[in-house]
Every structure is written in structure tokens, then in C-alpha cells.
């Protein structure tokens, strides 16, 4: 249902974007969500957006950073990250449910994540 994807090896200080494409309107729930999990830890959050109204949140270390967008004509949910930091690899993944929070147990559909790495 979600497809995840645009990870990639970058050095420091480069960008990215990935993509999150809805093949079957779970984007409608209205919160859709990235977060990224790195080895040995938690799944965090990273941003969210309101599908409809297009409000984002974001976690305090991407804030000037990274930049959440939708294409609703598209049902693609967008992150972009500039100024990548050897800290920001990770597995990241998509989700949508019913609020963009940043609670992993406020989503539903979870996409197979793509794999960000940041070289120092």
C-alpha cells in the first residue's frame, strides 16, 4: 500500500529525497508520517503532515533540514533532507493513520522503509 523510496549513499552536507507513493488511498486516513530507525534503536519520529490541510511537524534535530510535502494529485508524501548528517542514517519509513503525531502507535499502514546513508 505505501511504497517507500529515493534512499541512498550521500557524504555529509548533501541531499536527498524520498518518496512515499499510495496505491490505495490510506493517505486519506489524513496524518502520514516518516520516521527512521538506525541499528540498535528505536524507531523515531521525523515528520508528519496533515494530508489535507498540509500542517507539518517535525522532531527538534531535522527542524531547518528536512522539509515534508504532499502531492495530493500524485498521492505521494515527500521528504526532503539537505544538509545530511552522518547521523541521520538510518532505515527510514513511511506511515499513514488518522493524525500526523509522532507516536508510531498513531499509524495504521506502514511502508518497507528505504535505506539512508550518510558518509562522514
Known amino acids: 500500500q505505501l511504497q517507500a523510496s529515493g534512499g541512498g549513499l550521500v557524504q555529509a552536507g548533501g541531499s536527498l529525497r524520498l518518496s512515499c507513493a499510495d496505491s490505495?488511498?490510506?493517505?486519506?486516513?489524513?496524518?502520514v508520517g516518516w520516521f527512521r530507525q538506525a541499528p540498535g534503536k528505536e524507531r523515531e519520529f521525523v515528520a508528519a503532515?496533515?494530508?489535507?490541510?498540509?500542517?507539518?511537524v517535525y522532531t527538534d534535530s531535522v527542524k531547518g533540514r528536512f522539509t515534508i510535502s504532499r502531492d495530493r494529485a500524485k498521492n505521494t508524501v515527500y521528504l526532503q533532507m539537505n544538509s545530511l548528517k552522518f547521523e541521520d542514517t538510518a532505515v527510514y519509513y513511511c506511515?499513514?493513520?488518522?493524525?500526523?503525531?509522532?507516536?508510531?502507535?498513531?499509524?495504521?499502514?506502514w511502508g518497507q522503509g528505504t535505506q539512508v546513508t550518510v558518509s562522514s
Open positions: 506511515a499513514a493513520g488518522p493524525r500526523p503525531v509522532a507516536q508510531t502507535s498513531g499509524y495504521i499502514y
Open positions: 490505495r488511498r490510506t493517505f486519506s486516513n489524513n496524518g
Open positions: 503532515i496533515n494530508w489535507y490541510g498540509g500542517n507539518t
